[in-house]
C-alpha cells in the first residue's frame, strides 16, 4: 500500500487515535500535517517521530467560530500547495446532563457541536472546494458507535454531534463523488486512549459489553484510515466502517 500520492491534514493529531492515524499515514508514505489544539509540545513530538515525512504541527482551537476555515488555510499554507486528504479526527466528549443546570446545558451543547461538527463541516466544505478545482480528494470523518445507537442519557450532544457528522458524511460522498471526492465515516466504540474509561465501576461494565472482549486500538484506527486514503476501493465511498469489537452489530 502506498501513499506518497497524499498530502493529509490530521486533526487531534497530538495524541490518542489522531497521533496513531498520522503515523500510519506517513508509514506508508504520506505528507502529513499535525493539528494541535494545546499541547504544542506533544503535537511536536509526533513530528518527530514521523521523521521527514512531518509537514508542520498547526495550532486551532476548533471550539472558536471559524476555526474549521482558518486551520485550512494554516495548512496549505504550511504544505505549500495542495492538501488532498482530510481526516477530521479531532472531537470532545462531555456531559449534557438533561436534569442539570440551563447553564451547564446550553456550555456544553455549544462547545460540543462547535468542535465534533462545526469546525469538521467547516473543515470539509473548503476541502470540497479546493478537491473540485483539482480533480479529487479524500476525507475521511472519526464518527462513533454513538452515530447509530446513541449514547447514555447524560452524553445526548455527542451522541447528536457525532450523528451529524455522519449524516454530513453520507451527504458529502453522495452529493460530491462526481467530482472525484472520496469521504468516508469510520464508528468505532471505545479506543484505548486517554479518553477511555479508568475507573473499575465504568471499565468492568464496558469491557463486559464488547464480545472480541476488548477496547479498540489507536493503531487499528490509524491502519484502516490508511488503507481509505489508498484509493484501492474508491467504490466504498459513503461507507461506514464499524469498529467496535461487534459491540455494536448492523
Known amino acids: 500500500m502506498n501513499l506518497d500520492h497524499i498530502t493529509v491534514l490530521v486533526t487531534g493529531a497530538s495524541r490518542g487515535a489522531g497521533a496513531a492515524i498520522a503515523r ?19 503535537a511536536e513530538a509526533v513530528c518527530a517521530d514521523i521523521g521527514a515525512n512531518a509537514i508542520a504541527a498547526v495550532q486551532e482551537d476548533l471550539s472558536q467560530p471559524g476555526a474549521g476555515k482558518r486551520l485550512w ?24 446532563d438533561p436534569e442539570g443546570s ?4 446550553d456550555a456544553s451543547w455549544q462547545k460540543i457541536i462547535a ?24 476525507i475521511v470523518n472519526l464518527c462513533s458507535r454513538a452515530s447509530h445507537r446513541g449514547d447514555s442519557i447524560d452524553h445526548p450532544a455527542y451522541a447528536a454531534s457525532k450523528g451529524g457528522l455522519l449524516a454530513l458524511s453520507k451527504t458529502m460522498a453522495r452529493g ?6 472520496l469521504v468516508y465515516a ?3 466504540g471505545w479506543i484505548n486512549t486517554e479518553m477511555a474509561p479508568i475507573d473499575p465501576e465504568v471499565l468492568g461494565p464496558a469491557i463486559a459489553e464488547i464480545p472480541l ?34 459491540s455494536h452489530v448492523r
Not at 470539509?124 to 472546494?129: E, H
Not at 460530491?176 to 471526492?181: I, L
Open 24 to 42: 500510519a499515514c506517513a508509514g506508508y508514505g504520506a505528507k502529513v500535517i499535525v493539528h494541535y489544539n494545546g499541547n504544542a509540545k506533544a
Open 73 to 96: 488555510t494554516k495548512a496549505k499554507q504550511a504544505a505549500g500547495g495542495g492538501i488532498n486528504a482530510l481526516i477530521n479526527n479531532a472531537g470532545i466528549d462531555l456531559v449534557s
Open 102 to 105: 440551563d447553564e451547564d446545558w
Open 115 to 138: 468542535v465534533n461538527l462545526q469546525a469538521p463541516a467547516d473543515l470539509s466544505r473548503s476541502a470540497l472546494i479546493d478537491y473540485k478545482k483539482a480533480g479529487g480528494g479524500r
Open 176 to 181: 460530491a463523488a462526481k467530482d472525484g471526492v
Open 186 to 188: 469510520l464508528a468505532p
Open 213 to 246: 472482549g476488548k477496547f479498540a486500538e489507536p493503531k487499528e484506527i490509524g491502519a484502516m484510515t490508511a488503507f481509505l486514503l489508498s484509493d484501492l476501493c474508491p467504490s466504498a465511498t459513503g461507507a461506514t466502517f464499524d469498529i467496535n469489537g461487534a
